[in-house]
């Protein structure tokens, strides 16, 4: 596929998911959730492109809980940028696994720090194989049926919305070696404790066709709209 044709695909079809769900109203303050991985890296430039773009009047943040050092990698977009620090509890149950426990912290202080900063939305970089990917984890080791939703508010009043829900993995990570945009890439400090049942499922998604993915996804579209 072309440059070109990489770029349109993926801004369309976030575009699409935008629209289709009203994720993105006018006086919108949102915040992008940035680890500075490819998938909130593409997402923030997939958004300033459809500001330009679009009438509706909204605006844009980005806002990281954890290390100072991603400054460089925000810099590189022209919009406000905001860092916290992330600090786990000392006492924590192990048989749940770091992951869980960590994204429960982060979005803690996430939402408190937004809505300090005035903002009414969070944007997540959550894409298709994310999707899928949860499901699966959730069927095969917890007997349950449900993933990660486009939009839902939480318990504090701010929206939660995934605008990059429906473009394949694949197709963020071509549109970031087409951009050549920067990312950050220090590894995660609990590298070493990851959830291996995840890290089994990931594996499992990866031989999958494109077609099979999208097929499953708007398959089981009752659990995330």
């Known amino acids: 596929m ?5 770029l349109k695909k993926v801004i369309r079809k976030t575009a699409t998911t935008i629209v289709e769900h009203s994720l993105i ?5 949102i915040f992008i959730a940035f680890s500075g991985g490819k998938d909130s890296v593409v997402l923030t430039d ?12 909204f605006s844009l943040s980005l ?3 954890g290390d100072e050092n991603i400054a460089s990698t925000m810099e590189q977009f022209p919009i406000k940028s905001y860092i916290f620090p992330h600090i ?19 979005r803690g202080i996430l939402t408190k720090q937004v809505i300090e900063l005035g903002g009414n939305k969070i944007m997540l970089g959550h894409h298709l194989d994310d999707v899928i990917e949860t499901l699966l984890l ?4 917890q007997a349950k049926r449900f993933t990660m939703r486009i939009s839902y508010k939480n318990d504090l009043g701010v929206d939660i919305i995934r605008a990059l829900h429906s473009v394949l993995e694949s197709d963020i990570q071509n549109y970031l070696d087409e951009k050549g945009l920067k990312i950050y890439e220090k590894s995660c400090p609990y590298d ?19 077609p099979a993915k999208y097929n499953f996804y708007y398959s089981n579209r ?3 709209l």
């Open 2 to 6: 072309k440059k070109k044709d990489i």
């Open 192 to 210: 070493a404790n990851k959830n291996l049942e995840r890290l089994e499922i990931k594996k499992t998604l990866s031989s999958f066709s494109s």
């Open 88 to 106: 786990m509890p000392e006492n924590r149950d192990s048989k749940d696994g770091v992951c869980p426990i960590c994204a429960r912290v982060r």
């Open 46 to 57: 997939v958004l300033l492109n459809l500001k330009k773009n679009t009438p509706i009047d």
């Open 63 to 65: 806002i990281h809980i």
């Open 138 to 141: 959730n069927q095969f080791y």
């Open 25 to 29: 109203k006018n006086g919108d303050n």
């Open 222 to 224: 009752d659990l995330y």
